[in-house]
């Protein structure tokens, strides 16, 4: 029995806050989850959707508000699906993302006896990004360009934000004014019709060189000699392009760049590293903060001048060059051939001569340089998107047994799920520490170190036997509500299979069998690695692990 009525009013006192910063409640033992409640608030909330075993509440009231309360500066902050804990105040915010990273290690990796570090915070953490990429569509009265609204992909148009440098502001609304004074068409999602879909932007923070690329679906801007000569005017304006996609997809990026004016690049440069950025590479958003993670890896690695260092996932070098200068050689490995392109130049643009990089996927190219040349490394440092390592690769770096892993990680779940993985093969964590490079957001950066277990180390294991009562008592959410958490959330769909899957890694019960492996059956997909990490994340949203 749901123990709560939809359309009906309730009050609710917050527990915690989940993964997304929605705020937790219970009722009479029922999970409701309400968006913009914080921890220690009795809200009245009017219950919106019931699941099996639990519901959203739309928080009407806050009857007794948290000390840790804020007002968010920005006027769209409950619009805008860009910022999620603006109304918490910011050292809650990094004592919420320490404690995130310390469940995730126990409840995803299942380790523990380490203690999280406190996260790294930002003195003034406003106006941090130095990227920028904003959708572009019909808005009511003209072009909307802005941030998606929570959940959606509805264009809300925003003339400032907090997160952003202030040049961006002045881009925005000069490309806005262009678009609706010539009638540019604009993209339509749904109908996979019009021209324009984004406007990126990319702003040195030491350097102040400023790129505008302008995505099309198409690979001509009518009137871009207008746009440029506006453009230019903009302070520190070194590089406008356009960027090709004509693809009906998510993803914001096609392959193609054409310049139409000034360089193809831009530079920035971190602790005295200078580098030169395509527009089609991964570079850190915060510079700030990245100069902080990137020195902590190198503090954490402890170099003594001889050690062989892989860097994988190694975009533009960045990081293989702040290594470069402690140790005797670092090998980078990356996807993107842009990046890897990049990371030559940045290497010889620094007059560094010890790095060597390489285009490919990691869990192919590292597994083959072992097969074929026995490659071996004293640090192995990996820096992946969001699903994490590929087990291929996590499985050549066990056989490669360098003394030191360290790992920098944007997404606490797949890092637990990796760092299990490593454990298991005999590395211990030594220590864990998030830095945040997004303020405001629910997201969390973290550097770890491992190393190699010693024989003389020994190995906590901290059996709590309440607690393990109180796992097989918990509420589980069904197939189908996980389903329905990973769609809302990721747009991503996923399978019973899968799901069982994922449940059976983290040891939980699953009903039926099918998704053993079946030797006369080899054709059962397994599930890939972004959907595991999307499958884990309803996992611990549910708190089934
Ligand atoms: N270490 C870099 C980049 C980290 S972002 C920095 O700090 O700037 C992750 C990088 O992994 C991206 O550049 C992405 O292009 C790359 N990448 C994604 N999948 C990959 C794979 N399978 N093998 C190698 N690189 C990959």
Redesign the pocket.
Known sequence: MIPVEKNKTYEIKIAALGSNGEGIGRIEGYTVFVEGALPSETCLVLIVKTRKHFGYGKLLEILTPSPDRREPCCPVAKQCGGCQLQHLSYAAQLAYKTKEVQDDLERIGGITGVTVRPAIGMDAPWRYRNKAQFPVGQGKDGCAVGFYAKRSHRIVDTKQCFLQNERNDAIVALVRDFLNEFQIPLYDEETHTGLVRHILTRIGRSSGEVMVCIVLKGKRLPHSEVLVERLQRVEGMVSIVLNVNREKTNVILGRKIITLWGKDTITDSLDGIEFEISPL????VNPVQ?EVLYKKAVELADLKGDETVL??????G??SLFFARKARQVFG????PE?IADARKNAERNGITNAAFAV????EVIPTLYREKGIAADVVVV???RKGC?ARLLETILQIAPEKVVY?SCNPATLARDLAVLAAGGYHVREVQPVDQFPHTNHVETVVLLSQQKPDDTIEIDLDLDELDATTAETKATYEEIKAYVWDKHHLKVSSLYISQVKRKCGLEVGQNYNLSKSENPKVPKCPPEKEAVIMGALKHFQMI
């Open positions: 590479s991964f570079y850190q990245t860097d994988l996932y190694c975009g533009i960045t990081i490995v990356e996807i993107v990046a490919g996927a990691a869990e820096d992946p998107p590929d920098v």
